[in-house]
T-cell receptor
């Protein structure tokens, strides 16, 4: 069984640029959530996708957007990058029964640095 | 908004001794998760607690959940160096589909 994978591993961008991060969910999982983890802090929920629809959003501006594809993989797009966007971006997937308290499985993360 | 507080934030442990990390949360929930994170790495699931009174143990770690007190504890028995990491608790309110994380407890085990 393949776990959650993310690409790229590391990324360096400059302010104002746009970035796309990718996530492949674990086999059998149709729910993908994205989290931002700034250095020294706990992860913060960005949004969740369930069967290709956004299914909840945290306190992030509209320049953070996402997609989920029919194979349940997902993208996180960030426009007009700011220095504070520098963080570890984590993708997590969970199975159909996530509403019943099944856990989310996290990928290895993408480290984004904005200069 | 659901708030999750962990304490202590930093814990220096002596090998062989016992310690407890506390996780308090602000709203009703009966789903709580503990994760471990090594420096520069992702989150590794430790425990899933899904009901009041739930207790789970794995090796030197034991987690419990008291939903009435809105409190979970992670107890470490006879600390060893390999347990050095940051530990996060996360709560699922069940209403808005997200996990709310605490700030983490950074554990360092010294000889």
């Amino acid at each position: 069984e393949t776990g959650v994978t993310q690409s790229p591993t590391h990324l360096i961008k400059t302010r104002g640029q746009q970035v796309t991060l990718r996530c492949s969910s674990q086999s059998g999982h149709n729910t993908v959530s994205w989290y931002q983890q700034a250095l020294g802090q706990g992860p913060q929920f960005i949004f969740q996708y369930y069967r290709e629809e956004e299914n909840g959003r945290g306190n992030f501006p509209p320049r953070f957007s996402g997609l989920q594809f029919p194979n349940y993989s997902s993208e996180l797009n960030v426009n007009a990058l700011e220095l504070d966007d520098s963080a570890l971006y984590l993708c997590a997937s969970s199975p159909e029964a996530w509403r019943e308290g099944y856990e989310q499985f996290f990928g290895p993360g993408t480290r984004l640095t904005v200069l | 908004e659901l708030k999750v507080e962990q304490n202590p934030l930093f814990l220096s442990m002596q090998e062989g001794k016992n310690y407890t990390i506390y996780c308090n949360y602000s709203t009703t929930s009966d789903r709580l998760y503990w994760y471990r994170q090594d420096p520069g790495k992702s989150l590794e699931s430790l425990f899933v607690l899904l009901s009041n009174g739930a207790v789970k143990q794995e090796g030197r770690l034991m987690a419990s959940l008291d939903t009435k007190a809105r409190l979970s504890t992670l107890h470490i028995t006879a600390a060893v160096h390999d347990l050095s990491a940051t530990y996060f608790c996360a709560v699922d309110s069940g209403n808005d589909y997200k996990l709310s994380f605490g700030a983490g407890t950074t554990v360092t085990v010294r000889a």
